[in-house]
């Protein structure tokens, strides 16, 4: 019997059985017949039981069905019929009704699980499938089955219900398409695109098949939308769409990842320069105009070229980079593209990459050491050269890294000022300058230091409000404007030659002294001397280097000295670590020196040390 129902139930063939809860009334029946008092009140239950039966399958909204395996006839209910547009009559009890309805691509799921439903080894199931509708049309519907055993525990029959889940499925179809799919063009929106990269990169392959990923973005497609209207920027993009298309193979997928942005998985070739060759196509396409009604408009496009890849062990395959990866490097070389103007192609490079993630790690590191105060001033010693007398520090920055330790200017004052941090770093410094040369003051009036000097950037200079800073910050700390020396470089002069002349003569008028610093080295500013209020030169270190043994540097020396005294200028010469040079400068009647052979930078406390 088991295997004969088996065999009907492979085949398609069905058997029938009624309700659990009445089969159990009747047998309780049975038993009431000998009991005549209890007989009345088991009438009764039968007559409760068929009742809520018949009260269930009316107000549900489920078809409910029974097998059982004796009869080998289905019982469906009158909802499980009027769900496929049928009244009680029109269909029979023959399981034929059932599994000759369900959709063939759906028919051996639900066979599989009858099956083992009644094989037993499952105790119930759920499916979904199709069923043919009396107006030809398939439903969806959800099924759930339960297997019913006697007491021997063999089952008798599998019973179960039936949902029309049609409407649902549309809503969960459009849902789907609406999280996956763009409504515009209908390609793959990013989450799509991405999805289908992951499944591919999941892919066990040994196949020497290559995988290329572009970005491509349109070049100021705002413009288009404020210029003709969104309506015409929509129906761009679709001829766009068909242009991308055109270009590429059937296997190929075009991605919507952006509201300009595109992305184009270019799936397995073989030719390691398809992906460029596809690129330039794309830009030729771009090179004539697009007609969109009236219009005719021409966009370029700027595209990456992520490095090739494989699926599968691209490790093994000698790829560096995984599909996902890819993407990431097409949309970092689409920038690049931008930034080397737009309408061009670039390849991704990695070190590049590598430089511009270096870069802004950097520059959020400087920062956060502006809020969390990790700089530090060192003072390096000026003295007068005859007797080495000390006569005023400069205030040199160092920033203490978390992990780097004690980091010179020379490893961050060129992003400083590439980013502007220059500009707020800069303040901070003048004003801890002006707070340490004022505490000494007070604190060592007998010492014979007379000035500090501090580095200022062109780019704070040029502020506006340079000069109201600096007596703000003068008055805030109640330094004396003369003891203030601002150290400022040649090439920075020269380049905001207007704003630093009036931004001086500010500062003269306040009392402040200017220094040029690094004298020689920039371009030649001597014909800037006369017209700018400078109260001293300082020699850049690279002339006092050779200047025992390199006569043009001597030469260089003497006349910087002379031209200083034609002006009326102090001269500082820096970088002075032997003995030789400071005789040299000396005979050369340079004045004052600064350098190792009288101190290096020195941490506050020592620098004060040396005022006692
Ligand atoms: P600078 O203003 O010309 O400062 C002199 C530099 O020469 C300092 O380097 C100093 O340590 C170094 N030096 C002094 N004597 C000797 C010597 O005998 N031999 C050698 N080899 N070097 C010597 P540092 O502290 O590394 O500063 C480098 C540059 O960074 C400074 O050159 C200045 O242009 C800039 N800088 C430092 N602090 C600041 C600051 O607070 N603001 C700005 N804008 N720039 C600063
Ligand atoms: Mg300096
Ligand atoms: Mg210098």
């Not at 952006?258 to 196509?281: C, H, M, R, V, W």
């Amino acid at each position: 019997m088991k295997n004969l129902t088996s065999h009907y139930l492979l085949n398609g063939v069905f058997p029938w059985s009624i309700d659990n809860e009445l089969n159990q009334a009747k047998q309780m029946i049975c038993i009431a017949e000998k009991e005549s008092v209890r007989e009345r009140q088991l009438q009764q239950a039968l007559k409760n039981s068929e009742q809520r039966y018949a009260l269930a399958t009316k107000v549900t909204n489920d078809g409910l069905w029974e097998w059982n395996f004796d009869s080998n006839q289905v019982n469906y209910s009158s909802r499980w019929k009027s769900m496929l547009g049928y009244d009680d009559d029109s269909i029979k009890n023959s399981p034929v009704e059932w599994l000759a309805r369900v959709h063939g691509a759906d028919i051996e799921k639900l066979r599989a699980n009858l099956s083992a439903c009644w094989q037993g080894e499952i105790t119930q199931f759920e499916v979904e499938y199709s069923l043919l509708h009396r107006d030809g049309k398939y439903r969806s519907m959800f099924c759930k089955g339960v297997g019913v055993r006697d007491e021997k525990g063999n089952i008798t029959s599998l019973v179960g219900s039936q949902t029309d889940i049609t409407h649902n499925k549309k809503i969960e179809a459009r849902l789907n398409y609406d999280n996956n799919y763009d409504r515009l063009t209908h390609l793959p929106n990013r989450q799509l695109f991405i999805q289908n990269l992951k499944e591919l990169s999941q892919i066990k392959s040994e196949s020497k098949c290559l995988f290329g990923v572009l970005c491509l973005d349109l070049d100021s497609f705002k413009y288009i939308n404020r210029n003709f209207g969104h309506a015409i920027g929509d129906l761009l993009l679709i001829e766009i769409v068909a242009k991308l298309n055109s270009c590429l193979r059937s296997q190929d997928i075009v991605a919507r990842i952006g509201g300009d942005e595109f992305a184009i998985l270019l799936a397995g070739f073989k030719q390691a320069n398809y992906p460029s060759e596809i690129a330039t196509q794309i830009q030729r396409e771009f090179s004539v105009p697009i007609k969109v009604k009236e219009h005719s408009i021409l966009i370029t496009t700027s595209i990456g070229i992520a490095p090739l890849t494989t699926i599968g062990n691209h490790e093994q395959q000698n790829t560096p980079y995984s599909l996902i990866e890819s993407l990431q490097n097409a949309e970092i070389a689409m920038h690049q593209a931008k930034d080397k103007g737009k309408a061009c192609s670039v390849v991704f490079e990695s070190e590049a990459y590598l430089e511009s993630i270096a870069k802004f790690k950097s520059e959020n590191e400087l920062r956060a050491a502006i809020e969390l105060e990790q700089f530090e001033l060192y003072y390096q010693p000026i003295v007068k050269l005859a007797d080495r007398q000390l006569i005023g520090f400069e205030a040199l920055i160092r920033w203490q890294h978390p992990e780097k330790g004690l980091v010179s200017p020379g490893g961050f004052i060129p992003l400083a000022e590439n980013t502007g941090l220059i500009v707020p770093i800069g303040w901070w410094v003048l004003r801890a300058a002006c707070q340490q040369m004022a505490t000494w003051q007070q604190e060592h009036p007998e010492s014979e230091l007379t000035f500090i000097s501090v580095n200022v950037a062109s780019k704070q200079f040029s502020q506006p409000y340079a000069g109201d800073i600096i007596a703000q910050i003068l008055a805030e700390t109640g330094l004396n404007p003369c003891c203030l020396k601002l150290e400022i470089t040649e090439s920075e002069i020269i380049e905001n030659i207007d704003i630093v002349l009036s931004t001086a003569t500010k500062l003269k008028e306040l009392g402040v002294q200017l220094s040029m610093d690094d004298f020689g080295t920039g371009y030649s500013s001597l014909g800037y001397l006369h017209c700018l209020p400078v109260d001293t030169l300082k020699i850049d270190r690279s002339f006092v280097k050779n200047i025992e043994d390199n006569i043009h540097q001597l030469e260089l020396v003497k006349t910087i000295v002379k031209l200083a005294g034609v002006f009326d200028l102090d001269i500082v010469a820096e970088g002075i670590e032997r003995e030789e040079q400071c005789t040299q400068l000396l005979n050369l009647q340079c004045e004052y020196g600064q350098g190792y052979l009288f101190s290096k930078p020195l941490p506050s406390a020592n620098a004060t040390n040396l005022l006692v």
